[in-house]
């Protein structure tokens, strides 16, 4: 009977062990972005993602050019890669004790990518109209740390008892039409909405991924199981050739980018008051809604076990090498028991998906004409999960031609993020860029990286 437990962690086992942990990182990483310092930044008209009634700038036109206008990206992880080990000259050595040490009991990495195709805001003196397409692609992840033990330690601690784990991963592909409206009711009090239109384009989302591993108390048998329940939307063909090992995957773009097969819906509301002279409060709701899977949606479920209790070896005659016979078979039939525990079953069943919904809560002091301090705190909620960042910002405005806003984020549990967001417009065309942690230069030391630029072009001026 073999036991998996590393004894040589400088070796060839742990850079086997490495790599495969490597691995399972790398499938994790590609929810939401934090851009809390957006809300605030003055003279960028996307702040309105943020909340529908507030507008920083004053023109009248403003059109987002395709792709240009706001390429949007955010890693975001319980961890850093500080916690993982250490980084010299450019090569990271993972320490498995400490990582397992440093980070929580239950950890999670999220990766969201948004973009517009299409964005356009008009405003009149007193109200407001938009309309945007826009792509938004998001993952995210989530282990236990007994997970990173076993990847260490193999499953020696677990002798005479179980071992078990949960596995969650969650993808969500889908295009966003979005039609806005904004009014101001008085010189205090502002409110808008938006209304989206989604069409899904292919999902995966982890309802239960259970793994367990049983070893007898003298070492007689190892007894693995595996459950799980999957929805999946995968709107390409998979074909398969002549024989048993040839295949091939046909994937039609054009079918996949125009698929509205699969569609939702959801709503974006918000409003600002002012309560005294220069106090600003403000709240908005984003993205309150869901995407209904029909096409190519499927529920799949797997639910087996195994026991392996060695290798017979008593045949093994050639000493320069393995035979074919026995060493061949007993491996070939492990595997054969893996995939068979692992291996879904698959039905065709609808079945709905929540995207990620933000509650933000704001005020603003307005200091002097071209200086504002600023406080945001932002809820974000997606498959039963909760997280919240805290911004503190100064905010600068010289006219229209040059904005700035720095600050402060508390982002969940982590507390070193300084974010800044800068605008400059020359002529009709507005550059603007903004992170909420610009420490994420340092890559080692931050669990968070987000970044968002582009340019608008904009046009007329009017009094609000």
């Known amino acids: 009977m073999l036991i998996f437990q590393p004894e040589n962690k400088d070796k060839l086992g742990m850079k086997l062990y490495t790599v495969l942990f490597s691995i399972f990182l790398t499938a994790s990483l590609p929810v939401a972005a934090q851009e809390n310092i957006l809300y605030f930044l003055e003279n960028t008209p996307q702040s309105t993602y943020s909340n529908p009634a507030h507008f920083t700038d004053k023109s009248k036109v403003v059109i987002g050019l395709p792709v240009l206008s706001g390429f949007d990206i955010s890693v975001n992880n319980s961890f850093s890669l500080r916690d993982l080990g250490t980084i010299e000259n450019g090569t990271l050595t993972i320490n498995f004790d400490d990582f397992y040490s440093k980070i929580p009991k239950n950890n999670y990495m999220s990766e969201n990518l948004t973009f517009p195709l299409l964005d356009f805001q008009l405003r009149l003196k007193n109200r407001a109209f938009s309309f945007g397409i826009f792509e938004n692609q998001l993952v995210r992840s989530g282990f236990d740390r007994n997970l990173i033990r076993l990847v260490n330690e193999g499953n020696y601690p677990w002798i005479n008892s179980s071992f078990t784990t949960n596995i969650d991963i969650n993808f969500l592909h889908y295009r966003e039409y979005s039609l806005g409206y904004n009014q101001s009711f008085s010189n205090k009090l502002t409110v808008g909405s938006r209304v989206k239109l989604l069409a899904g384009m292919s999902a995966f989302d982890v309802k239960k ?76 709701l984003i993205n309150l809604g869901f995407i209904h899977w029909k096409k190519d949606a499927k529920k799949q479920t797997n639910n087996g076990s195994f026991t392996w209790k060695g290798f017979d070896l008593s045949n093994i005659q050639n000493e320069s090498g393995f035979e074919e016979e026995p060493y061949i078979k007993p491996v070939q039939s492990i595997m054969d028991s893996i995939s068979g525990i692992i291996n879904p079953q698959s039905i ?18 307005q200091i002097y004409n071209i200086l504002s301090a600023g406080i945001v705190e932002r ?41 800044v967001g800068t605008t400059l417009k020359l002529g009709p065309m507005q550059f603007y860029c903004l992170t909420d942690n610009i420490l994420a230069l340092n890559i080692k030391n931050t669990q968070n990286y987000n970044i968002r630029f582009g340019m608008n072009l904009m046009f007329g001026q009017i009094q609000r």
């Open 379 to 419: 809820l974000l909620i997606y498959d039963k999960q909760v997280s919240n960042a805290l911004t503190l910002s100064g905010n600068l405005m010289l006219g229209k031609l040059f904005s700035l806003s720095a600050g402060y984020s508390i982002i969940d549990n982590s507390f070193n993020n300084l974010s």
């Open 348 to 365: 065709q069943n609808p079945f709905n998906t929540g995207i990620p919904t933000k509650i933000y809560i704001a005020a603003e002091y």
């Open 209 to 284: 991924m259970n793994i367990g591993i049983e070893t007898g108390e003298n070492i007689e048998y190892l007894r693995v199981h595996a459950t799980g329940e999957y929805n999946t939307c995968i709107p390409f063909n998979l074909k398969f050739g002549e024989g048993e090992n040839t295949g091939n995957t046909s994937f039609d773009a054009v079918r996949y980018m125009t698929n509205t097969s699969n569609l939702g819906a959801a709503i974006d509301l918000g409003a600002t008051y002012n309560v005294i002279p220069g106090l600003e409060i403000s709240g908005s």
